[in-house]
C-alpha cells in the first residue's frame, strides 16, 4: 500500500495560483494511478483530477479542466496539481490518492488517502 503526504495548500487570491504536491511511500507508486480529490464544508468529496502510472493520459473533473494540470515525477514519488486561475469555488481540503486505475480512481475506489491539505481561495 502507498502513503500519501499532501503538502503546498495555503490561502490565495481569486486569479491566483497554487501547486500541491503529494510525496509517496511505497514500492507500488510508480504502478498506481493518481489522483486529487477535494472536499468543501457541507459538500461530498468530489473527484477533480487523475493521472494513470506512466503520466501519458490525464483526467479532469469539468469544474477544473483547462485550469488545472496533474503530472507525476516516479524517479521522485510524487504527484502534483498545479491550479491556475484558482476561483473562491475552489476553496476545499485537497486529498491525494491512490488507486488501481485512473477509472476506479474517478468512481471514488481508492486504496490509498492522504491526510488533506486546504486551499483557501478568496474573493
Known amino acids: 500500500q502507498v502513503q500519501l503526504v499532501e503538502s503546498g495548500g495555503g490561502l490565495v487570491q481569486a486569479g491566483g495560483s497554487l501547486r500541491l504536491s503529494c510525496a509517496a511511500s511505497g514500492r507500488t507508486f510508480s504502478s498506481s494511478a493518481m489522483g486529487w480529490f477535494r472536499q468543501a464544508p457541507g459538500k461530498e468529496r468530489e473527484f477533480v483530477a487523475a493521472?494513470?502510472?506512466?503520466?501519458?493520459?490525464?483526467y479532469y473533473a469539468d469544474s477544473v479542466k483547462g485550469r488545472f494540470t496533474i503530472s507525476r515525477d516516479n524517479t521522485k514519488n510524487t504527484v502534483y496539481l498545479q491550479m491556475n486561475s484558482l476561483k473562491p469555488e475552489d476553496t476545499a481540503v485537497y486529498y491525494c490518492?491512490?488507486?488501481?486505475?485512473?477509472?476506479?480512481?474517478?468512481?471514488?475506489?481508492?486504496?490509498?488517502w492522504g491526510q488533506g491539505t486546504q486551499v483557501t481561495v478568496s474573493s
Open positions: 493521472i494513470i502510472w506512466s503520466g501519458t493520459s490525464t
Open positions: 490518492a491512490a488507486g488501481g486505475d485512473t477509472l476506479r480512481l474517478r468512481r471514488g475506489i481508492v486504496t490509498s
